[in-house]
């Protein structure tokens, strides 16, 4: 961002925007959610298994994230299926997480890990088609960022 034509005053709702976006990717648990779904859409219990997070906390992270339209679901039967619907954000993830690599002052172990989030996080799917947001699968799922 740089400083234009328009006093910062005046921007101050774009300012709020875009912070409640970043706030979404500034929890670590949302993080390895959106790690665990950046190549295929999973259900909640292997979203719980592959993270190792109780249910209650999965599932607030989810509503939350689902909320801020980072995540779209859809519900089979009695169970609920959770995908990215923004590859922005799988992107967003990839870039900061090679420019942390590269900047890393930890062990080769870290920078490892660090290149081999980046390079999971590459999308494996051609088609970039942007998700339209589904219903949500339960009406009383009400969470804030």
């Known amino acids: 961002m740089c400083l234009g034509d328009k006093?910062?005053?005046?921007?101050q709702e774009v300012f709020e925007s875009v912070a409640r976006y970043f706030s979404v990717l500034g929890e670590p648990t949302r993080l390895?959610?959106?790690?665990?779904?950046?190549?295929?859409?999973?259900?909640?219990?292997?979203?719980i298994k592959v993270t190792s997070l109780a249910q209650?906390?999965?599932?607030?992270?989810?509503?939350l994230m689902y909320q801020a339209g980072m995540l779209s679901r859809r519900r089979d039967g009695?169970?609920?299926f959770y995908k990215v619907a923004d590859p922005?954000?799988?992107?967003l993830c990839r870039t900061v997480s090679s420019l942390v690599a590269e900047r890393a002052d930890g062990t080769a172990n870290s920078?490892?890990?660090f290149n081999h989030f980046a390079q999971e996080m590459t999308p494996r799917r051609s088609p970039k088609v942007k998700a339209l947001r589904n219903p949500p699968a339960n009406e009383k799922e009400e969470a804030s960022v």
Request: with cysteine; proline share 3%; net charge negative.
């Open 88 to 91: 922005m954000y799988i992107e």
């Open 78 to 80: 009695t169970q609920v």
């Open 7 to 11: 006093p910062v005053d005046e921007m």
């Open 32 to 47: 390895r959610i959106l790690y665990a779904l950046c190549q295929d859409e999973k259900c909640v219990n292997e979203i």
């Open 56 to 63: 209650a906390n999965a599932s607030r992270h989810l509503g």
């Open 111 to 113: 920078r490892k890990n």
